[in-house]
């Protein structure tokens, strides 16, 4: 079973700053298996980054994911406000098909 | 405009029983895999199963295998989730989600509001 670790567990950081989100996997995934979310207080997740580094509808270009093997990263280049969330990393098991989670990572206000 | 909309959570006491819904509407419901992640108040996701299109195979985590079974209505354009030998531990925000794609989408695209699920004596 593949465990992903997301790091930092929380990031303070103020609006306009670059944001760069990690996420580590216990063993190599295959980069089309790689997504991003991203969820508000009392909101469902949003897909943010399927397939490693490929925006969903509707994304803003400020997003940006990359990364190969076991390490993977979410780059926000300048932050708004609506920008602060929690966002989880997502590892898609084909056989059978499962779906892991990080822990998520809380992007604060500082 | 894809909707999905859960219903039917509550209260129920450890050892009790609960069927989730989740009424899907604005795709062609019968083309997709559909999945049930769940949250528990303040963690992270967990993802919890999933059917195919056809409903010819579903997949559970180890935590609810044996206890929990999903299925479909492609008539009704429904999913389900029926939830046996409920413990403290399965009490959570589940919600209903839809692939990027039809089946085998390794991305979650559209997801419910959620619905909880309170397991408590």
């Known amino acids: 079973e593949i465990v992903l670790t997301q790091s930092p567990g929380t990031l303070s950081l103020s609006p306009g700053e670059r944001a760069t989100l990690s996420c580590r996997a216990s063993q190599s995934v295959s980069s089309i298996y790689l997504v991003w979310y991203q969820q508000k207080p009392g909101q469902a997740p949003r897909l943010l980054i399927y397939d490693a580094s490929s925006r969903a509808a509707g994304v803003p270009d400020r997003f940006s994911g990359s990364g190969s093997g076991r390490d993977f990263t979410l780059t926000i280049s300048r932050l708004e406000p609506e920008d602060f969330a929690v966002y989880y990393c997502?590892?898609?098991?084909?056989?059978?098909?499962?779906?892991?989670f990080g822990q998520g990572t809380k992007l604060e206000i500082k | 405009e894809v909707q999905l909309v859960e219903s039917g959570g509550g209260l129920v006491k450890p050892g009790g029983s609960l069927r989730l819904s989740c009424a899907a509407s604005g795709f062609m419901f019968s083309s997709y895999s559909m999945h049930w992640v769940r949250q528990a108040p303040g963690k992270g996701l967990e993802w919890v199963s999933s059917?195919?299109?056809?409903?010819?195979?579903?997949y559970y985590a180890d935590s609810v295998k044996g206890r929990f079974t999903i299925s479909r209505d492609n008539a009704k354009n429904s999913l389900y989730l029926q939830m046996n030998s409920l413990r403290a531990e399965d009490t959570a925000v589940y919600y209903c989600?839809?692939?990027?794609?039809?089946?085998?989408?390794?991305?979650?695209?559209?997801w419910g509001q959620g619905i909880l699920v309170s397991v408590s004596s």
């Open positions: 997502q590892q898609y098991g084909s056989s059978p098909p499962t779906f892991t």
């Open positions: 989600a839809r692939g990027r794609f039809g089946e085998l989408s390794s991305s979650l695209e559209y």
């Open positions: 059917i195919s299109s056809s409903s010819s195979f579903r």
